[in-house]
């Protein structure tokens, strides 16, 4: 019923086939992921949402969900996680238009469920391959960059790696960007390896089994000496 819960965050995507949402909500106590659809461009809509996550209904915390889209009924989403303890990154995908999801979600981040904090995930699609990229405590006290590839819509995922060459647990690499055109992946963020924040950028053109060396900072005043935050990539 209205306002009973907590309904937060949404994000859209829209394609030929329709406009979709998700956000996260407490209705079920804990926030899980929501999910609707509409395929006659937003005049009608599900009666009921989908949900996202498949652990048990309100039990821990789903939250920051992104959704991509493929133009033939194909809908990803994406969100932190912490029914393990710590935080974790997540996925899910639906092949019928955002009415259901897969039974059973995905676990992208690396190590042990729970081991680490990741946090911000953030989606990239192009054609069959989906990105999902997020900042990462996996490799020490200060936070890494981390990306996930499938080359499946969704379906399966490659182990995470990291696109950076800074010392891994030791420079604070944050909020992600992705952008994808065929299998050529762009991605920015911003780290403090020289003492301030700068923003720097990478390329793969293997769907990121490879990367350009070395990343490219882009920010152009003096390397480290001020704060160059959230960065934003996009490409077509």
């Known amino acids: 019923p209205d306002g009973t819960g907590m309904s937060l965050a949404p994000q859209l995507a829209a394609d030929s086939s329709g406009v979709y949402a998700t956000w ?43 959704l991509v889209v493929d133009g033939v009924g194909g809908v990803v989403i994406a969100w932190e996680d912490s029914r393990d303890g710590r935080s974790d990154v997540y996925t899910n995908v639906s092949v019928d238009y955002g009415q259901t999801f897969a039974p059973s979600d995905v676990r992208l981040d690396p190590g042990g469920a729970g081991n680490a904090d990741s946090f911000y995930p953030r989606l990239a699609r192009s054609g069959f391959n989906v990105y999902v990229a997020w900042h990462d405590t996996y490799g ?54 020289s003492g301030g924040y700068d923003v720097w950028y990478r390329q ?33």
Request: hydrophobic fraction near 35%; proline fraction near 4%; charged fraction near 25%.
């Open 24 to 66: 996260y909500d407490n209705r079920n106590g804990a926030y899980d992921i929501f999910a609707n659809a509409s395929t006659d461009g937003g005049e009608v809509w599900l009666d009921e949402p989908a949900r996202v996550d498949t652990d048990d209904r309100g039990e821990a915390y789903s939250a920051s969900p992104v």
């Open 204 to 236: 793969s053109s293997d769907a990121g089994l490879t990367w350009a060396a070395p990343e490219t900072r882009m920010d152009r005043d003096t390397q480290g000496l001020n704060q160059s935050n959230r960065a934003h990539v996009s490409a077509y």
């Open 140 to 193: 020490g006290e200060d936070r890494d960059i981390y990306v996930a590839h499938s080359g499946d819509s969704g379906v399966t995922w490659s182990e995470a790696v990291r696109p950076e060459t800074a010392n891994e647990g030791l420079v604070d690499a944050l909020y992600p960007s992705v952008a994808a055109v065929g299998d050529t992946l762009h991605i920015a963020w911003q780290d403090n390896r």
